[in-house]
């Protein structure tokens, strides 16, 4: 039977295999969600060539005929508010109608973010889409699905589109489920996310819910990695009742591969799954960790994918619903989707991988978050053994196991064994000496991770009341005027909010010559206050961690941070002293952090000479 749904189009197959034990597996897809795409029609890799030509692959394969499919419905602002600010979502629903130059004004401001005419309606039709299908499978109408959608969502936080997501459609559907549907039974989610970025606004919206266990695996970098940031680390594990349910696993380089992921699988997901016991899986299904992929640099196949989502098929019955996140390579994504639907449709045996071993920083992440977690989750308590861990591939040598042909290129190639254990000869001495790098970028990410939660208010005088100018220590690059760059922050988000404020203190200059400005006299502060002085200063809320990068750079900018200058200790210490001196870079002219109250419950902070 066939019927003419709203999809572009396309026919919807609504028949189904004869086959007995065959399961019913949903599908969405929908050409309106084409409609989003770059303003001038440049290239960019969020582009609608990457839903149509998952769809295509599959109906070349015959998949949709198997398949149930559905229509895409845009979702209601009820739902959507359960994840998102009403300013946020107000701002999505008008945006395609607002005028072309403001429209493209408003995506300047948001980080990587384009807006056209279509992309309301896209991302209505996104979020919508998934909660179609999660609500089908909880309903027990299919056993598993995939809402082939974009825009992408699970970088979309409470109040900001970033990283090409405007509605967070997974969050938005596990909160639907929870919240708007209790009569289904759906009191446990497991979200699994392997996006090669951190699901950053995913993890935020369930931060403190133990109803939702969210795992994402992701390339990370210390940080280096978008969304930059230190959220994704593995110290982040949720807060209040919700302490244990957030998993990070944190790839610390590109090129993790098949036998990467299955060692994560295998060692803390499954493990921690089985103890879970959720009710219903939702995957924030990116294909960019998959072979070629532009932006992922990572080396999953289609194969790989395979084998991660059987494993997740063990668990809630296989009630399983797969979202499309990100993916890049048409072909990788293409071939990644494929695979996928085939496992979800139980149409073969899915071997297990084989003559391919995870990168020695692989098993050292998986120690890291195994030893982590085990305060909430007894089954990580154990230390894997050291047989184990000792199959390891050399550094930057790639490992596959891939049965796909399309895929086969020089660099996927199986290694011997024999091959792999000499070319661990001649590395291994070489990481020996690096251990200590290894030490001192785990510290960094330690203490990173725990000031990126504290906000301050930095009071800027002289010239770092332009604000300009004070981004460049955040963002890195310069301004007119100045000599030289600025590095920039670790985490360079902008400022949170910007105030003006007049303090009893007194501003003074000295000095001739600056190294960053050249010529010219220096603004300094009083430390001491007196009510016949006013300083009229700018009020920039940002992080601890940012403060600590801002007075790196004010005063000895090649100096090492792998501890902070200015710590948690410190911040309570100031407050009842006044003002304390940096040692660390006291050679520097602006050593000495100063108090000058509090703003809105948060401690403004300045630095000035002793």
Known sequence: MMEEGSGGGRSNYNHM???????????????????HRTPYGDDHPEKPDRITVIWNKLELAGIPQRCVILNAK????EYICAVHSKNHVNLIRNISSKEYSKRNRIASKLNSIYLNEGSS?????AAGSVIEVAEKVAKGELNSAFAIVRPPGHHAEYDEAMGFCLFNNIAIAASFLLDQRPELGINKILIVDWDVHHGNGTQKTFWSDPRVLFFSVHRHEFGRFYPANFDGFYTMVGEGPGAGYNINVPWENGRCGDADYLAVWDHVLVPVAKEFNPDIILVSAGFDAAVGDPLGGCRLTPHGYSVLLKKLMDFAQGRIVLALEGGYNLDSLANSALACME?????????????????????RVIQAVRQMLSAYWPTLADKLPTKLTDQKA?????LSSSE???????????????????IADVVEPILNLKIEDYHDEVNSALWRSKLSKTDIWYAGFGSNMWKSRFLCYIEGGQVIGMKKLCSGSVDRNPPKETRWKTFPHRLFFGRDFTQTWGPGGVAFLDPRSNSEDKAYMCLYKITLEQFNDVLLQENVPDHDMNSPLFDLNALDSILNEGSIPVEAVKRGWYH??????????????TMTYA
């Open 17 to 35: 295999n004869d086959a007995k034990n065959e399961r019913r597996v949903g599908l969405i897809y929908d050409q309106r969600m084409c409609k």
């Open 74 to 77: 845009e979702a209601k602002d």
């Open 121 to 125: 309606e896209s991302a209505y039709l």
């Open 343 to 363: 496992v979800l449709l139980e149409d073969k045996p899915i071997s297990e991988l084989s003559e391919a071993y995870p990168f020695e920083s692989t098993w």
């Open 394 to 398: 050399p550094p930057h040598i790639l």
């Open 404 to 422: 796909s042909d399309d895929e086969d290129d020089d660099a996927s190639k199986i290694i011997s064994k024999d091959l792999v254990q000499a």
């Open 592 to 605: 000495n952090v100063v108090y000058l109250g509090m703003e809105d419950d948060i401690p403004i902070l």
